[in-house]
Each structure stands twice: as structure tokens, then as C-alpha cells.
């Protein structure tokens, strides 16, 4: 199981979503990491052991993948943001099932957050997740990383706040 801190990008930690019409609902967070961060060698290293663990002939080309490069996963749509090449994102899901632990760590230990509004949930907030990884069949296949929860830490990473709609420009250009 790896722990990492990361720059969310985009969360539906407090509620679940489908991401199309026919899938299961689910938990889910994208992060933002800086591939210099001490977090994400090991977190590398365990994706690459299960990743060879799971297909030892290596990953097909078209499976999907919990962890890879911003460039790789959105480069080319219309939401790619330029500020963010060179950075890696990692992608976990829990079912509706299995909602996540959201927690910050306060004066008397670890509270629960049940505010999706609250500011230490928000894109661009640095957070650690604890998430595991495998490989699965079901599907096209791939790897992916289960969600089992997120602590907050109040700090705002060093792209500032992001927000996952497009920008007025692109919108009212």
C-alpha cells in the first residue's frame, strides 16, 4: 500500500460519480506530483512491481493506468494545461461501497471531514493519499490504485488553486 502526498487535481471524495453513463459509481482523486518529490520513488517503485507482477510481458498499449505522465494521460484535449508538463498524476477510485476515510489532522488527532466545500479538499490543496495498486482484468484492463483515504493538510501547493472547468477564455472566446 503506498502513502503519498500530492496536488489535487480533481476529487469526488465526499460523493460518488459515474464516469460514463453505464459504470459503477465511485469514489475517486487525481494527483498532481512533481516527479523530484522524496513521495514519489517509492510510489513508483510499488506501480512498477505490480505492474510487472500483473503483466510480465509488460502493458498493453490502450489499458488504462493509475499513474503516468500529465502529458501522456491529457495532452492533446482541449483541458491540457501547459503549466503542469513534466508532472505525473496518479488516479485512485474506492466503490460506493467503500467510501474513503477524509481526515485532517487536528489539536485532538484525526478528525473526519464531511464538508465537501471545505477549503483543505480544494484543487491545487496538497494532500496525502493512501491508496493500493494492481493490476485487473475487468474491462479494457490496466492498473489501477484503490482509494482508502485522504488527509488533508492545509497547504496550498506551488501552482495555486486549480480549477477543473475550463477557463472564461476558452469558454467565451
Known amino acids: 500500500m503506498a502513502t503519498v502526498k500530492g496536488i489535487i487535481l480533481y476529487q469526488n471524495i465526499f460523493k460518488t460519480h459515474k464516469v460514463t453513463p453505464t459504470s459503477d459509481p465511485r469514489f475517486d482523486i487525481t494527483l498532481l506530483l512533481n516527479p523530484g518529490d522524496p513521495d514519489f520513488a517509492p510510489l ?24 503516468c505522465p500529465y502529458d ?34 487536528g489539536p485532538g488527532g484525526y478528525e473526519d471531514l464531511i464538508d465537501p466545500s471545505h477549503a483543505h479538499c480544494q484543487g491545487g490543496m496538497y494532500v496525502y493519499v493512501s491508496a493500493g495498486i494492481s493490476g485487473y482484468t475487468k474491462g479494457k484492463g490496466g492498473m489501477g490504485g484503490w482509494l482508502n483515504g485522504v ?23
Not at 45 to 57: I, K, N
Not at 77 to 95: C, H, I, L, M, N
Request: charged fraction near 25%; aromatic fraction near 12%; include cysteine.
Open 44 to 67: 513508483k517503485a510499488e506501480y512498477d512491481q505490480a505492474a510487472l507482477e500483473s503483466f510480465p510481458s509488460g502493458i498493453q498499449a490502450g489499458k488504462d493506468v493509475c499513474l
Open 72 to 105: 501522456d494521460k491529457f495532452g492533446g484535449k482541449e483541458y491540457y494545461d501547459p503549466r503542469y508538463a513534466g508532472w505525473w498524476v496518479f488516479s485512485s477510485t474506492a466503490k460506493e461501497d467503500s467510501r474513503p476515510s477524509v481526515v485532517q489532522n
Open 151 to 173: 488527509l488533508t493538510t492545509g497547504e496550498m501547493g506551488p501552482l495555486g488553486p486549480i480549477v477543473s472547468r475550463p477557463s472564461n477564455e476558452s469558454m467565451f472566446a
